[in-house]
């Protein structure tokens, strides 16, 4: 008798979701397996990138490194986001609304929902609109970005337990996708899934944020509570946690030391550029390889690295 | 089924009457507690007095002799306090329970030579030298390291109580897995050994009106398994005519859910469709939400 590969019996699998309307509407999810275990299922929609965009001019927050592809139009979100897709081929945005942050910019949430919008008119892809996890300043942002963006199906997030009732209803009543977020910990975003359902969410419209880190810092933990998810969505059955996963990286990666210092100050950690586009996409790669089913991405290398990466993961040969 | 050796909990020094109580050194309101813990059936009297420094001597050999001066029962000398310990051994009638030992070596190398003196039983903590026991595996290697070292100083198994740590439910399904699949096989790698527990820790962080039905349920797969004592508080009703042997037919029902027998759901009651759910939740089957019992 030839040799048989043991393989997993897979009970349960991931429902489809849908992010924008239309021809570049994205859909994640839908996989009968472990992510890119093509030999014993099926993953009908591929992982996707999300471009990073900010409200703001992150100024000196970001290091030249993460500022050059995108120095000539950082202050105006929209055309940033338009820079993502006609040069770098961004299938997604993700606008991080920064400005909004009580203890930064502070900017009023109407503001920050104008410029939200100005992004959403001007691109054709689908929009992840992203806040502070500040539940009061988020329900006012997402609140009104939900109103302002009816009909374009965004994905709003970040919604958490103290926000839920707010942003989910919001989200229900406008009929966007709620990026339901939970601290690194695989019970409790069941829980908030149990608890946006019988707020009347559907799970068809939720994506789950288990809240990650980047690369050095905590990236295993993250790491295993998406594994976990997935075990207990495909081979036990647990239909509350039957959803794609959301990992907001970039912001984690290019926000250490490690990213951040230049080759003058720490000569043996090598060139900035490549280091910082090198643990962005290490970064991604794992927790793809972990079940991620969207990464936001902040540097158009990284991008291009990661969707060479899930093609070629995807391809038959 | 058998009936649970219970040790009360709330003489606690981190409560705020008995706190407060045990400070003053007012001895009416800890021997009313102590009264009310033999009347409602209560084996031993926990005294927790936390570390309590200096004063830790004179404080357990006070509420060791003013417990004992109504109470006929034997108490469990609750501190990591080791000259409290034996402050309240020298005082104890009949045989103390030293709550307790770790597997750590300088406690191990500190207390087991006290308790041996006294002639006492010990709980046996399974906490090691690198801490919290990761699986069932660990909590055996750890059980016979207490015992070998207890039987090096002459001490017979029959006097220590072996706590295998109960732990969260909502912080890690798999320890409350493991803490139940080592009470399996304890009776074969500890013969002779008693068991308790920290029984209320499972439900540790989950909502304060769900928490008895995790405690009980556990309690009876533990109990069905060898369990023969539990560390609980002496006013829970429901929980002790569980320990007691007094609700068969819950007990025979989580047992079946634990022996994966086919139970079809919509035959069960309200109420033993609570239990069915919650035992699934603490075997692992289901993955721990607050919201367990509503799917």
């Not at chain 1, 929902?113 to 959403?120: F, I, L």
């Not at chain 1, 908030?192 to 810092?217: C, H, K, R, S, W």
């Not at chain 2, 404080?59 to 109504?70: D, N, R």
């Amino acid at each position: 008798m030839s040799y048989q590969p043991t393989k997993t019996k897979y009970s349960g699998s991931i429902k489809e979701v849908r992010i924008g309307e239309g021809d570049k509407a994205v859909t994640v999810g839908g996989k009968t397996c472990y992510s890119f275990y093509l030999f014993e299922g099926e993953m009908p929609n591929p992982p996707r990138v999300a471009g990073e965009v900010w409200d703001m001019d992150p100024g000196e927050e970001w290091s030249p490194a993460d500022r050059e592809p995108f120095k000539d139009v950082l202050g105006d979100s929209a055309a940033w986001a338009k820079k993502w897709i006609d040069e770098y081929g961004a299938e997604l945005i993700a606008i991080q609304c920064k400005s909004s942050d009580p203890n930064g910019a502070d900017r009023p949430a109407d503001e920050v929902a104008d410029v939200v919008k100005k992004v959403a008119d001007a691109i054709d892809v689908p929009l992840i609109v992203w806040g502070t996890a500040n539940h009061d300043k988020d329900v006012e942002v997402l609140r009104k970005v939900a109103e302002l963006c009816d009909g374009k199906r965004v994905m709003l997030g970040p919604v958490e337990e103290g926000d839920y009732k707010q942003i989910g209803a919001a989200a229900l009543g406008y009929k966007h996708v709620v990026g339901a977020s939970s601290p690194i910990d695989v019970n409790l975003a069941k829980q908030l899934n149990i608890l946006l359902e019988n707020l009347g969410v559907q799970l068809e419209n939720i994506i789950m944020d288990p809240t990650v880190g980047g690369l050095g810092y905590g990236m295993e933990y993250a790491y295993s509570v998406i594994e976990r998810m997935n075990m207990a969505a495909l081979v036990q059955e647990d239909d509350k946690l039957q959803l794609p996963v959301f990992c907001n990286l970039a912001h984690e990666v290019w926000k250490t030391k490690e990213a951040k210092i230049s080759e003058e100050e720490a000569p043996n950690l090598g060139n900035q550029e490549k280091r910082g586009i090198l643990m962005e996409a290490v970064t991604a790669v794992d927790y793809l390889l972990a079940g991620a089913d969207i990464v936001v991405i902040r540097h158009p290398t990284t991008a291009s690295l990661i969707k060479k990466f899930i093609e070629d993961m995807l391809s038959k040969s | 089924m058998g009936k649970m050796i219970l040790i009360g909990e709330n003489m606690n020094i981190m409560t705020k009457k008995y706190g407060k109580a045990m400070r003053e050194r007012d001895a009416k309101t800890i021997q009313e507690l102590a009264i009310k813990e033999k009347e409602l059936g209560m084996d031993y009297i926990d005294l927790n007095i936390g570390p309590a420094g200096r004063i830790g001597e004179e404080l357990m050999e006070w509420i060791v002799k003013t417990v004992q001066e109504v109470v006929d029962l034997p108490c469990a000398l609750d501190t990591s306090n080791i000259a409290a310990i034996e402050a309240g051994l020298k005082v104890h009638k009949g045989r103390a329970l030293i709550n307790s030992i770790s597997a750590r070596p300088d406690r191990m190398e500190a207390l087991l030579p006290i308790a041996k003196k006294y002639d006492a039983d010990f709980v046996g903590l399974l906490w090691g030298p690198e801490g919290m026991p990761r699986d069932e595996n660990e909590r055996g290697a750890l059980a016979a390291e207490l015992m070998f070292r207890a039987s090096e100083l002459g001490i017979p198994n029959e006097r220590m109580w072996i706590d295998p740590i109960v732990t969260p439910v909502n912080v890690q399904q798999n320890q409350v897995i493991a803490c139940y699949e080592f009470m399996k096989m304890f009776q074969d790698i500890a013969p002779g050994c008693k068991s308790t527990c920290g029984l209320s820790n499972v439900s540790n962080g989950a909502p304060e009106h769900l928490r008895p039905i995790l405690n009980q349920t556990y309690l009876i797969m533990l109990k069905n398994n060898g369990m023969m004592s539990a560390i609980v508080d002496c006013f829970d009703e429901d929980l002790k005519k569980i320990a007691w042997g007094e609700r068969p037919d819950i007990e025979e029902l989580v047992m079946k859910v634990c022996n994966d027998e086919d139970i079809d759901p919509s035959s069960l009651n309200e109420e033993e469709l609570k239990y069915y759910k919650t035992a699934r939740v603490l075997l692992g089957k289901t993955l721990y939400s607050d919201s367990w019992l509503e799917l």
